[in-house]
């Protein structure tokens, strides 16, 4: 028989129709056991987790079949330990079950910093490194025509330390920095005066100036400095005294509000 004749023949009709439901039923097979597989369709909303506490952030997760990874760890002072500050993916993100959620969280301890101030620097450099690693500082001068306008020690928690020394990020160290017993300077009055009308004015008397926002701000812009007005100073103004030495740090307090009553030297 002639191929031509069997394709006409009721058996290849019948043969081929087998062919075309068996690969029907392959690929259908098939379709649903990927769509099984991989939950093909099956999202979840992935929950708004800023500042929730981070016991509470997991359980939001697992209540949708989602997972968590904490990658990194911030310190803020200000902000509230352990909760959480970043999220990905976003809030409201559609995403398969079983997939990790990375979180950053506010950390619950406060980070150790390596004081890296010497006894022999700079009081003006000791100032921008502390300040930098988030430690607070304390100034006391003593009569030191060695050590003029640099650190004569240093002392954390009542001892003597040095640069090695690990100081938690807020904790506070008083710097003893040297004065000439000459060449005094009288710090003139700054009471009213705006940071950087302070600056100007201490820097033509080779002072330092070291300007302290009420309440505490952690970066003041330009305006801060030029709306603030001095309300207290140390060294104080005083005409009949014997003044200060060079390079000596003038610490400001300044507020944005009419100055309270007990801080007016």
């Not at 398969?96 to 700079?122: A, C, S």
């Not at 640099?150 to 020394?165: D, H």
Request: charged letters at 25%.
């Amino acid at each position: 028989m002639s191929f031509i004749k069997f394709i006409k023949t009721s058996q290849f009709r019948q043969t081929s129709l087998r062919i075309v439901v068996l690969y029907v039923i392959i690929i259908a097979a098939t379709w649903f056991g990927l769509s099984w597989y991989t939950d093909h369709g099956e999202y979840v909303s992935v929950p708004d987790l800023h500042n929730m506490p981070l016991d509470e952030a997991i359980a939001a997760l697992e209540e949708r079949d989602l997972q968590v990874l904490v990658i990194d760890s911030i310190y803020d002072k200000k902000a509230k330990a352990g909760t959480v500050l970043e999220q990905s993916p976003a809030p409201e993100s559609q995403v398969k079950e079983g997939r990790q959620v990375f979180l950053t969280v506010y950390r619950t301890t406060r980070p150790m910093e390596r004081l890296g101030v010497k006894e022999g620097d700079f009081a003006a450099v000791a100032f921008i490194k502390l300040q930098n690693k988030g430690i607070e500082f304390d100034t006391l001068y003593e009569n030191n025509n060695v050590f003029v306008g640099s650190i004569i020690r240093l002392v954390y928690a009542g001892k003597r330390v040095g640069p090695e020394t690990l100081v938690a990020r807020g904790d506070r160290v008083q710097l003893v920095i040297g004065r000439s017993a000459k060449n005094r300077i009288m710090v003139p009055n700054l009471i009213g005066k705006t940071c950087q009308e302070v600056e100007r004015a201490l820097d033509t008397l080779g002072l330092v100036c070291n300007c302290r926002f009420e309440p505490e701000i952690s970066l003041p812009t330009v305006q801060d400095s030029a709306t603030f007005r001095v309300c207290r100073q140390d060294p104080p103004f005083d005409p009949t005294g014997q003044g200060t030495t060079p390079g000596r740090i003038v610490d400001l307090w300044l507020y944005n509000e009419p100055c309270p009553a007990d801080t007016i030297d």
